[in-house]
């Protein structure tokens, strides 16, 4: 069996939180803690969460953007975290990352061509071609990516919230990459946009062969995109399984609850929307043994004691089997 495309294992960041006035201890915000999963060549991993459970963080430390406390990311086997400088920057055309915002990382005093044609400049020794060849490599992702010619010509304010997100994928794709980190890339957007980026996302995979970790805040945008769901909380993957178990099969009780809120196709059918009790607890101050304790409809005694790991369950429903091989869905809770 070949070796996945990404493998991150017990990634862990903690930022160093704001000093108090007592002078006391500076606390750590656990942004990231124990995080581990595979992406596969050619798929599209959904990382879903609540607002602030580390989920930029994660998919920024991935890339290097930040860098990781602990913890180790390998690419195509390779282990990232341990390059230097040149390395990296010379791996990091195989990983690119979309934001939600576009405006805010594209250039506003650069053309849509130029900003697309930026990443190729910086890599043209390995890239063997001159001015003309990026050109026309331009002018080919703006026609990939659903833009006219005509935008090459224009600045990021010219263009519309879905084209600006466009103009990123191009971007993004100039490289060639077999990763993307999508990070929100709909979340700002109107809905009817939404669905067309989505679209664009899922035909570049089809033709590209491109793997995506597509970040998002709730499960009605991951449900059409992704192959597997990993929904984390308070820095933490609680599970992981494939999007048919997933949605159809939920076990942890934050996923249950999450999958409440997503309106369901059917006008027949009415889900009963579960609320979260209380505010998200801090990540300076993460509640012992299952984070999720605090606000968990199940929690006994052992829950603010002991934390449950990630660990496979049979499919039939029989609880883990230990095989972790033929798991589809991996759980951390001690009751489910
Ligand atoms: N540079 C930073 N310094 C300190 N805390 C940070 C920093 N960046 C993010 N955080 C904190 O880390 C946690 C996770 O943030 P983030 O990864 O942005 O979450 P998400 O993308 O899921 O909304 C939040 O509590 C956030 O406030
Ligand atoms: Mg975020």
Known sequence: MSVPLLQVRDLVKHYPGAASWLGRKRPTIQAVDGVSFDVERGETLALVGESGCGKTTTGKSILRLIEPTSGSVKLDGEDIARLDAAAMRERRRDMQIIFQ??????????????????????????????????????????????????????????????????????????????????????????????????????????????????????????????????????????????????????????????????????????????????????????????RFHTRCPLAQDICKKERPVLSPRSPDGAGADGSAAAATQWVACHFR
């Not at 997100?165 to 809905?191: M, N, T, W, Y």
């Open 101 to 290: 915002d576009p405006y805010a990382s594209l250039n506003p005093r650069m053309t849509a061509g130029a900003i697309v044609e930026e990443p190729m400049r910086n890599f043209s020794s390995a890239q063997g071609h001159g001015a003309a060849a990026r050109a026309e490599r331009v002018a080919w992702l703006f026609s990939k990516v659903g833009l006219r010619p005509e935008a090459m010509k224009k600045f990021p304010h010219e263009f519309s919230g879905g084209q600006r997100q466009r103009l990123g994928i191009a971007r993004a794709l100039a490289l060639r990459p077999k990763l993307i980190v999508c990070d929100e890339p709909v979340s700002a957007l109107d809905v009817s946009v939404q669905a067309q980026v989505i679209n664009l996302l899922t035909d570049l995979q089809r033709e590209f062969g491109i793997a995506y970790l597509f970040v998002a805040h709730d499960l009605a945008v991951v449900r059409h995109i992704s192959h597997r769901v990993a929904v984390m909380y308070l820095g933490q993957v609680v599970e992981l399984a494939d999007r048919q178990t997933l949605f159809s099969r939920p076990r942890h009780p934050y996923t249950e609850i999450l999958l409440s809120a997503v309106p369901v196709p059917n006008p027949h059918v009415h889900s009963q929307r579960i609320l979260l009790r209380g505010d998200p607890p801090s990540p300076a101050n993460p509640p012992s043994g299952c």
